[in-house]
């Protein structure tokens, strides 16, 4: 059986509510991303609502444009709890289009100043084509890891 989905969990030493603003704020997406991937955000609104639609600019080398952008749709926010987005973009004709991919982050308090973070990426609904082209997880564990390590940063320095 193959695996759909890789996750990774850390304990932060902010308050879950500090924790989740930062995740909610698209600006420290590019801060906070473990691949190196999201250079900035083009929406810069904070994430308010399931269903919201947010814009980041990425890089990557391997992408055929290497320069791409985006467009993310906020699947959950349970504040402070959960937040979550699928990663999409806009074909040739407009049209919005997901790849089966979601970022998942669950949040736990324990006690009023720590939490626990599990960042989960879940590339389940990813068609079989998409699978074979892009290869899943497109990349290693430590990336989930790396960026968990980079919230935290941005959520102590912000308590």
């Known amino acids: 059986m193959v ?3 890789v996750s990774a969990t850390a304990v932060v ?9 930062v995740l909610a704020d698209p600006v420290a997406h590019a801060a906070i991303d ?13 994430l308010t609502r399931s269903g ?4 980041m600019s990425m890089f990557h ?10 467009v993310n749709r906020v699947e959950a926010f349970e504040p402070p709890n959960a937040i979550s987005w699928a990663t999409g973009y806009l074909d040739d004709d407009g049209t919005l289009q997901f790849g089966g991919w979601v970022w998942r982050y669950d949040l736990a308090p324990s006690g009023s100043a720590v939490t626990t973070v599990t960042l989960t990426y879940d590339w389940s609904a990813t068609s079989e084509p998409t699978r074979a082209r892009i290869g899943f997880p ?3 564990p ?7 390590a980079h919230l935290a940063a941005l959520a102590t320095s912000t308590t």
Do not use: I, K, N
């Open 52 to 55: 919201q639609l947010f814009r």
């Open 61 to 70: 080398a391997d992408h055929p444009d290497g320069r791409y952008e985006t």
């Open 13 to 21: 030493d902010a308050p879950v509510s500090s924790v989740f603003a």
């Open 34 to 46: 473990g691949t190196g991937w999201v250079t900035e955000a083009v929406d810069a609104a904070r």
């Open 142 to 148: 430590e990336h989930l890891t790396r960026s968990l």
């Open 138 to 140: 497109p990349f290693p």
């Open 3 to 5: 695996d759909d989905s």
